[in-house]
C-alpha cells in the first residue's frame, strides 16, 4: 500500500544545478515551500534545523522538507549539486508528516550520475539572481520555472519523476498513512485539496478553486463537502493554521511572517483566526509548546 501511495504523488521542478559557494552563503531562518536536495562533492559548511546542526561533508546527501526553518552556512568553500522541487499529492497530503526535519544520508556513485543527468535534461534551471532564498523565493520566479514544466516533453517529464523518486528512495520517509476505510473522491476535488496543500501562501478563494474545476463556485463548495466533511473555505482556514502550528513550533520567525508565509491578509487576521480555531493565541500558542518542551 505504502508504494502505490508513493506513486500517487509527483513532483514539479524548480530549480537543479551545481555551484560552487563562498562564505556569503550564509543565511539564516530559511524557510521555503519546497522540498530541497543536496549532495556535496566538496569542502564543508554547516546545516541546521530546530533540532541539529548537521555537517555538511563531501560524499553525503541531504534533504530539507518543505517548511522546515533551517540555517544554511558556509565557513569557507563548498561545492554541491542541489534539486528544488515541489511535492504534489492526489490525496492532498505529503510524503513528510508536519514535523519533519532535515536528514543525512551517504551518498554513492548512482548520486552523482543522476544530478549530472538532472540538470542535462532540464538547462537552464539554475538560480541565476542571486543564492540568497529572500532573493529568488518569489512566486512571480516560480511561475517562471512552472511555465517550463508546462513544455517538458513526456520523456523528459517521466526521467526527472524517476530520478526525484530515486533520490527520495535514499531517505528513510515515514510511513504517514494509516487510513481507514477509503471513500471515492472525485478528481476534481483531489486536485483542489492538493492544490490548496501547495499553495497555501497564495489568496486562495472558492471562486478560484471552482474555476481550476470548470465547475459554478456553489456546486463547487457543496460537492467538496460532500466528499470532505467540510466547506472549502473552512478547509483552507484549517490547512492555514495547521501549518502555523507546525511554524511557530519550529521556527524562532516573527508571527507576521508566518501570517505572510500561510496565506492571512494580515497580522490581526491571522491572530483572531489562530485563536478561534486553537483556543490561544498565537503567543500564547508558542508559550504553551516551549513549556511542554522544557519539562
Not at 530541497?36 to 566538496?42: E, G, N, P, T, V
Amino acid at each position: 500500500m505504502l508504494v502505490r501511495r508513493v506513486l500517487r504523488h509527483s513532483f514539479s521542478l524548480l530549480h537543479v544545478d551545481y555551484v560552487k559557494l563562498n562564505s556569503k552563503w550564509n543565511y539564516r531562518g530559511v524557510i521555503s515551500p519546497y522540498h530541497r536536495i543536496y549532495f556535496i562533492d566538496d569542502g564543508e559548511g554547516e546545516l541546521s534545523d530546530s533540532e541539529k546542526t548537521l555537517k555538511l561533508e563531501a560524499g553525503y546527501l541531504y534533504i530539507i522538507p518543505s517548511y522546515t526553518l533551517c540555517d544554511l552556512i558556509c565557513p569557507n568553500y563548498l561545492s554541491q549539486y542541489f534539486v528544488q522541487f515541489f511535492e504534489e499529492s492526489l490525496e492532498g497530503e505529503s510524503l513528510f508528516p508536519a514535523d519533519s526535519s532535515i536528514l543525512k544520508v551517504k551518498a554513492n556513485e548512482v548520486d552523482a550520475i543522476n544530478f549530472r543527468r538532472l540538470i542535462e535534461i532540464n538547462p537552464g534551471r539554475g538560480i541565476n539572481r542571486s543564492d540568497n532564498p529572500q532573493v529568488y523565493e518569489k512566486h512571480l520566479y516560480y511561475n517562471e520555472y512552472q511555465q517550463l514544466n508546462n513544455h517538458q516533453s513526456l520523456s523528459v517529464f517521466l526521467e526527472t519523476q524517476g530520478i526525484l523518486l530515486q533520490f527520495l528512495s535514499r531517505f528513510t520517509l515515514p510511513e504517514i498513512f494509516k487510513k481507514k476505510d477509503q471513500q471515492f473522491i472525485p478528481e476534481k476535488i483531489l486536485d483542489a485539496m492538493r492544490f490548496v496543500q501547495a499553495n497555501l501562501h497564495l489568496p486562495l478563494t472558492v471562486t478560484s478553486l471552482a474555476e481550476r474545476a470548470n465547475q459554478n463556485a456553489e456546486y463547487f463548495s457543496r460537492t467538496f463537502e460532500a466528499h470532505t466533511g467540510t466547506r472549502p473555505l473552512a478547509y483552507i482556514t484549517e490547512k492555514r493554521v495547521e501549518r502555523a502550528q507546525h511554524m511557530i513550533g519550529a521556527s524562532r520567525l516573527p508571527y507576521e511572517s508566518i501570517a505572510e508565509l500561510t496565506g492571512f491578509k494580515s497580522l490581526s487576521n491571522f491572530s483572531r483566526t489562530f485563536k478561534r480555531i486553537t483556543g490561544l493565541s498565537p503567543r500564547a500558542y508558542k508559550i504553551r509548546i516551549t513549556n511542554s518542551y522544557s519539562d
